[in-house]
């Protein structure tokens, strides 16, 4: 992960975020403009878990709405979607539907993170990565190549 130090500078999709640590004033992580301010912790480990928190919450809204956005462009349905914190894997797609994204996608730029989205999508009309597969993934994003090459740059943690 990241460096959780004081002016580290941290991605949020195409945004970069400055931490500022305050040793009082606020409870918990909170964005204002491009600042994101945490509460002085106890423990390197305490501050790292509270924007763990924090960026999960912002995944939870951002990738529902923008899987939502896909899904009804794609005209394809979703059981459930679930934000985890796989180790490697950005995304999973059951048979049954269920979706699950990692929190980490918010640390990457947005065009990255919709591929990801529809690649899942994908998976909703084919279970593999076939041929079949690839070309539903270039209907919707013909650039995809660019994309996953440019995704294999980028680590999980």
């Not at 002016?7 to 945004?15: Q, S, Y």
């Not at 490697?88 to 947005?110: D, V, Y």
């Not at 990565?129 to 070309?135: E, K, L, R």
Request: charged fraction near 20%; hydrophobic fraction near 40%; charge should be positive.
């Amino acid at each position: 992960m990241k460096s959780w130090t004081d002016g580290a500078i941290l991605p949020l999709l195409d945004e970069q975020l400055t931490l500022r640590i305050l040793p009082a004033g606020i409870a918990r992580v909170q964005r204002v403009d491009n600042l994101l301010l945490a509460p002085a912790p106890l423990t390197p480990q305490s501050l790292a878990n509270a924007l763990e928190r924090w960026y999960r919450l912002q995944a939870h809204r951002h990738l529902t709405m923008r899987l939502r956005h896909w899904s009804e462009q794609m005209g394809v349905t979703v059981s459930r979607v679930t934000i985890r914190g796989q180790t490697t894997r950005w995304g999973s797609c059951s048979s049954r539907g269920s979706i699950n994204l990692n929190w980490q996608l918010m640390l990457l730029p947005g065009r990255l993170v919709d591929y990801v989205l529809v690649h899942e999508l994908c998976h909703r009309l084919e279970m593999n990565h076939s041929p079949a597969f690839w070309m539903r993934v270039g209907a919707v994003l013909p650039e995809y190549e660019r994309l996953k090459t440019e995704l294999k740059k980028f680590r999980i943690g």
